[in-house]
T-cell receptor
Framework: KQEVTQIPAALSVPEGENLVLNCSFTDSAIYNLQWFRQDPGKGLTSLLLIQSSQREQTSGRLNASLDKSSGRSTLYIAASQPGDSATYLCARVPTDSWGKLQFGAGTQVVVTP | NAGVMQNPRHLVRRRGQEARLRCSPMKGHSHVYWYRQLPEEGLKFMVYLQKENIIDESGMPKERFSAEFPKEGPSILRIQQVVRGDSAAYFC????????????FGPGTRLTVT
């Protein structure tokens, strides 16, 4: 059972375009939702965390929204740069298991110069 | 403030040997989590520990795998009698004793079983 789904699986855009990455989850009983980036062969870097009581979080060119009722989160990256090329992962923390991040499969992003 | 430390970064073991993976959480963090990323698969939760306690081990295989987080020293993920299917990247994360449970990840240990 796929509990966290990310669409699209891969995305290629020219530099300067805005990126929109989607994450959906089947169970809206979440404690928080976290977005990460993973570079090839590397660990995960936390980008944004949205608590269940919040609707969005912003950090620089990144903005993440959360709609619990529809089971969706969206990560926006404004004015993309080649350095944004990476795999982006969303993960939910269910309310009945606070320590367990449930990850989507990720969206692989390539930003071409 | 150093990030989450994991060692070794790469580990090669022959089938049947034991693998020990270490994780030192960020300073001030008392919660540790282990995840596994199999080739071509997503990250899967394995275990959640606090000092001297296993809180949730629902993602741990029933046999050969164990984890600990002692009062002193790093957290250890131990895999006995490794098999080829254990080859994966193993990531450790830590979080502070605060209600957000935001997790910070280490660089991972890439285990190869030959």
């Amino acid at each position: 059972k796929q509990e966290v789904t990310q669409i699209p699986a891969a995305l290629s855009v020219p530099e300067g375009e805005n990126l929109v990455l989607n994450c959906s989850f089947t169970d809206s009983a979440i404690y928080n939702l976290q977005w990460f980036r993973q570079d090839p062969g590397k660990g995960l870097t936390s980008l944004l965390l949205i608590q269940s009581s919040q609707r969005e979080q912003t950090s620089g060119r990144l903005n993440a929204s959360l709609d619990k009722s529809s089971g969706r989160s969206t990560l926006y990256i404004a004015a993309s740069q080649p350095g944004d090329s990476a795999t982006y992962l969303c993960a939910r923390v269910p309310t009945d298991s606070w320590g367990k991040l449930q990850f989507g499969a990720g969206t692989q992003v390539v930003v071409t110069p | 403030n150093a990030g989450v430390m994991q060692n070794p970064r790469h580990l090669v073991r022959r089938r049947g040997q034991e693998a020990r993976l270490r994780c030192s959480p960020m300073k001030g963090h008392s919660h540790v989590y282990w995840y596994r990323q199999l080739p071509e698969e997503g990250l899967k939760f394995m275990v959640y520990l606090q000092k001297e306690n296993i809180i949730d081990e629902s993602g741990m295989p029933k046999e050969r795998f164990s984890a600990e987080f002692p009062k002193e020293g790093p957290s250890i993920l131990r895999i006995q009698q490794v098999v080829r299917g254990d080859s994966a990247a193993y990531f450790c994360a830590s979080s502070p004793p605060a209600h957000t449970y935001e997790q910070y990840f280490g660089p991972g240990t890439r285990l190869t079983v030959t």
